[in-house]
């Protein structure tokens, strides 16, 4: 038992491979996920924050997804996780917080120095398409925040 969640593990690869696939495994830490996480909470939010950015109303906006963006990014999905760093950087470029969006979207900025085939290179197929397109929206997201 890990602090907040469950450290998971085989006693041998040939367990998983029947249930995960030859590349596949289900070891890790499983976190515990707080209720501001959940997937009703998080749709809540980000229905929030849209309405507030479309209204322009940036600092809002921001109030609506730091919380998210602090507490909830280790239990999100490769997109989820991906569509919410881009909508943070892209608020906090809307704030004048340049810095600010550049770290938001630091964890993608190797990756968007790239090309796409290079990538693309031994990921696995059913997360290649899903990854580039938040790579698609980091590259153009940190070439705003670089200005």
């Not at 980000?46 to 998210?68: C, M, N, Q, T």
């Not at 993608?108 to 698609?136: F, N």
């Amino acid at each position: 038992m890990e602090a907040n969640g469950v450290a998971i593990s085989t006693s041998t690869k040939e367990q998983c491979q029947a249930y995960c696939g030859s590349n596949g495994s289900f070891e890790g830490i499983y976190k515990r996920l707080s209720s501001s996480c959940a997937t009703d909470a998080i749709e809540k939010a980000r229905h929030d924050f849209k309405s507030f950015y479309d209204k322009k109303k940036y600092v809002e906006a921001k109030g609506v997804l730091a919380p998210i963006y602090q507490s909830c990014v280790p239990t999100m999905s490769l997109a989820d996780e991906g569509a919410l760093r881009n909508d943070y950087a892209l608020t906090l470029y809307k704030l004048k917080d340049k810095p600010g969006c550049l770290s938001a979207l630091s964890k993608y900025k190797q990756d968007a120095a790239r090309t796409d085939d290079q990538i693309s290179e031994g990921m696995a197929p059913a997360v290649v398409d899903e990854y580039l397109t938040v790579i698609h929206a980091a590259r153009t997201n940190i070439a705003l925040c670089s200005r």
